[in-house]
C-alpha cells in the first residue's frame, strides 16, 4: 500500500489526514510470478487463455511476435517506478499542437473512442507510482486537451482526447496534425473495446493513422467484459482488418484488462522497448 499526505487547508486543532492510494497486487511483476505458472501465463501474455479455442487453420504466430521473456519485462518495469533521479509526473496539457510541448526524448501516444478505458489504461500503467495524476473529464468526449506524462528521460506518454460523442471535429483537428508533424513520436497505441470490437469510428481513425504513415499498435482493452467466444470473435475481425487494411500497423494486436492486469506487463515492456528505453534479449516466442 502506498499512502501519500497531501497539504490540507487545516482548521485550528483539525487532524491530519493520509490519504491512502492502494497499489493493485498484480501491479507488480513480483507478485504475479508467485502464481500458479497457468494464471502467471494467461495474465503476462493473455493471448495464452484464447489459444485453446482456436481452430487449428488459424496461425498462432500472428498473435505472438512480441513474446519478451519475464527478465525482459522485470527490466522494462523498472522505468515505471519513479525516484529523485526518474521522476515519472503528468507534465503539462496543450489544446493545440503548437502549445505542445518541444520534448526531445521518444513518446508514444494513446488514442481510442471515449469510454474506450483510456485513462484506466495509462493508470494502470502508472500505478506502481500512483501519485501521478491522470486525468479523466467527467463527461465523454469533452476532453479537449493532450496530456502529456514524462518517464523521466526515457519517453514521454501522451493521452489524446477520445473520439465519438460529439468530439471527431476536435479529435481530428488535433491529432492528425500531430500526427504528421511529431518528430520524436515512435509509436501511437489506437485502442479498441475488446467486449464490442472494432466500430465505424475506429475504422475511420485508422485510417487517419494509416494516411500519416506513422507506426501503430492496435490494443484490445476490456478483454474481462465479453465472453471469450465473443472475445475470439472480435479478435480475429479485428486481426484481419489489420492483415487486409493496413501497412503501417504492427501485426500483433495487444490484449488489455486494465481490471486484472492482463497484458499490463507486456505492454510497459512494448513501449520501454519502441523507445528504445532497454534491450530485449528476445522478442520473439521460441519454440
Excluded at 507488480?28 to 494467461?42: D, G, I, Y
Excluded at 485502442?191 to 470490437?197: E, N, P, Q, T
Excluded at 485508422?206 to 504513415?213: F, G, P, S, V, Y
Excluded at 490484449?255 to 512494448?270: A, P
Amino acid at each position: 500500500m502506498f499512502c501519500l499526505q497531501l497539504p490540507l487547508l487545516l482548521q485550528p486543532g483539525a487532524p491530519v489526514h493520509l490519504v491512502c492510494r492502494h497499489i493493485h497486487k498484480l501491479a507488480s511483476l513480483r507478485k504475479v510470478t508467485s502464481l500458479p505458472p497457468r494464471k502467471m501465463q494467461s495474465l503476462l501474455y493473455p493471448f495464452s487463455g484464447l489459444e485453446a479455442y482456436l481452430d487449428r487453420s488459424v496461425d498462432r504466430m500472428q498473435f505472438q511476435l512480441f513474446h519478451p521473456s519475464v527478465e525482459d519485462m522485470m527490466e522494462a518495469e523498472k522505468l515505471f517506478y519513479s525516484s529523485p533521479s526518474h521522476r515519472i509526473d503528468y507534465y503539462i496539457s496543450a489544446e493545440r499542437l503548437d502549445h505542445a510541448p518541444a520534448l526531445k526524448q521518444p513518446e508514444v501516444c494513446f488514442i481510442g473512442r471515449s469510454n474506450v478505458g483510456k485513462s484506466s489504461l495509462i493508470k494502470a500503467l502508472f500505478s506502481l507510482t500512483p501519485e501521478v495524476e491522470v486525468r479523466v473529464s467527467k463527461t465523454p468526449g469533452h476532453t479537449k486537451k493532450m496530456n502529456f506524462f514524462r518517464v523521466g528521460k526515457a519517453f514521454t506518454l501522451v493521452d489524446m482526447p477520445g473520439y465519438g460523442h460529439r468530439a471527431p471535429k476536435d479529435f481530428v483537428e488535433m491529432v492528425e496534425p500531430y500526427l504528421y508533424t511529431r518528430k520524436n513520436l515512435v509509436r501511437t497505441f489506437l485502442l479498441v473495446d475488446g467486449s464490442v470490437g472494432l466500430q465505424k469510428a475506429d475504422l475511420i481513425a485508422l485510417e487517419m493513422c494509416e494516411e500519416t504513415r506513422c507506426p501503430y499498435v492496435m490494443v484490445m482493452t476490456k478483454i474481462d467484459k465479453c465472453a471469450q467466444g465473443a472475445l475470439l470473435t472480435n479478435l480475429l475481425n479485428l486481426q484481419d482488418v489489420v492483415k487486409t487494411q493496413t501497412t503501417s500497423c504492427f501485426p500483433q494486436p495487444l490484449l488489455i484488462s486494465s481490471v486484472h492486469y492482463w497484458g499490463i506487463h507486456l505492454l510497459r515492456c512494448f513501449i520501454a522497448h519502441v523507445t528504445g528505453s532497454i534491450r530485449l534479449k528476445d522478442t520473439t516466442k521460441s519454440g
